[in-house]
């Protein structure tokens, strides 16, 4: 399936029996080369507090804590396939339940509080939040807003996103010293108070057609610095999600899943 281009493997792990070791079949079956391909691996499994349990892992076999566009995926596989039969549903993921609603225009997620502290984030910066302030790399300063929401993501605005260096700057602003495990990188360009343009670099997968809890984090670091209201438009590359951020200062995406194909992976 795919959500604006990010393609991802979904895995029925109520129903199919799951490899032993997931990051090492992630690595395997995300090479674009010699796997299916794709930019993650979603296995879906059975929750014990939760309608159901969503676990991500990234192309290098690392697992975000939280990957909004895995979730909504994941909805919209379980209830056309019969495995829940509700339109709101409730689902686990290793930093905490979303609220997810199941409409035949999209799906729309509850992605919870941003987390601004950077102790939290982590990034290393003298200062309790990080908002447009200075990253130096190799032979630049940029400025940068951090934010978590479950993982932690660097949004960098820019003036012309079409031909900014996003293959140079992402790994560089990933790996930074300031970011102890590494970062997501957001680089947006803003359209007018409503619409965003963005590029994100995601940690362990690099550049991508798309990024749910990217896209929010886009939005919130174009509120704290008054670029634009709290209910926007980002357009990627792959297609457009809509974000809000609510006053109870929770964050709102909605997207549409696409199916590209199902089928069976066998040995050799």
Known sequence: MHVTGNDLILIDGINEELPEDLGEFAKKACDRHTGIGSG??????????????????????????????????????????????????????????????????????????????????????????????QITLKDRIIRATCISLGNPHCVVFVDKINTYPVEEEGPIIENHEEFPRKTNVEFVQVINEKEINMRPWKRGTGESLGAGTGACSALVASVLNEKTGRKVTIHLKGGDVEAEWKDNNHLILKANPKYIFEGELKDG
């Open 40 to 133: 993650g691996l979603v296995v879906i499994k059975k929750s014990e507090k939760a309608d159901i349990l969503v676990e991500s892992y990234k192309p290098d076999a690392s697992e975000p804590k939280i990957s909004a566009n895995s979730v909504i995926c994941a909805s919209r596989y379980v209830l056309d396939k019969g495995i829940v039969k509700k339109s709101r549903i409730k689902a686990e993921t290793k930093a905490r339940e979303l609220e997810v609603t199941i409409e035949d225009d999209g799906i729309t997620v509850d992605i919870g509080e941003p987390e601004l502290e950077t102790k939290k984030i982590p990034a290393i910066i003298n200062k309790e939040k990080m908002i447009n302030e």
